[in-house]
């Protein structure tokens, strides 16, 4: 494995750790908003990933995704669920599916945040432009690695920081238990179908780590052709 290799794959677990830290510290944020201070008692409306670190989702499935070829450009993982008391919201549903939506909508904003930065580098850093087209372009970024400025690297990181958070965001709404998705698709099933829904549990997790790429890149595929191409065009 080359020098280039070994500081991408640190690039994209960093980035994924900042990731999956902000999304669950916004999930607490936003329960403590609408009433429910568990999480924030807990520490967890914070930033620090020591406090939502999972040994198995944080740690140990991202590396061996990142370390082992088969898995392709799939890096996926989850930190420690925050802690919610629904009996703490004044309206039940609602605050439920706005304490779940802020996990996924704070990893969109990052990707926004992410894709602005690339553009502030190809506007003002010198030749910025060339390194975040040639990224838009699908140029390899082990070669952008290569590049003697420093903005090489941060276009790299910001790049990475795009997808990944992207990614982060359609894994978690898809509607399998426990993932974000299926906290809301619950509300929407009759209470019959409520236990057999949530009996799926970690099997469905599972088989959608192990089978779940291609229904990932359905959505995923699309919206990095347009930030590509928004990137390409600045």
Known sequence: ?????????????????????LHEASHAWMASRLGDQTARMLGRVTLNPSKHIDILGTIVIPLVMLFIPSFGGFLIGWAKPTPVNNRNF?????????????????????AIACMTALIGIA??????????????????????LHGTSIF??????????VWLNLMLCIFNLLPVPPLDGSHVFRHMLPYKALRYYDSIGIMGLILILFLGWPIIDFFLSPALLLVNTILLHI
Request: aromatic content about 8%.
């Open 90 to 110: 004044k309206h039940f549903r609602r605050d439920d599916i706005l304490t779940t939506l802020a996990g996924p909508g704070s990893n969109i904003l990052a």
């Open 123 to 144: 506007k003002l850093a010198p030749n910025g432009e060339l390194a975040v087209h040639a990224l838009a372009s699908g140029l390899s970024a082990q070669v952008i």
């Open 152 to 161: 090489d690297p941060l276009a790299v990181i910001f790049y990475i920081g």
């Open 1 to 21: 494995m080359s020098h280039e290799q070994i500081v991408l794959k640190i690039f994209e677990f960093a980035i994924l750790l900042f990731a999956l830290s």
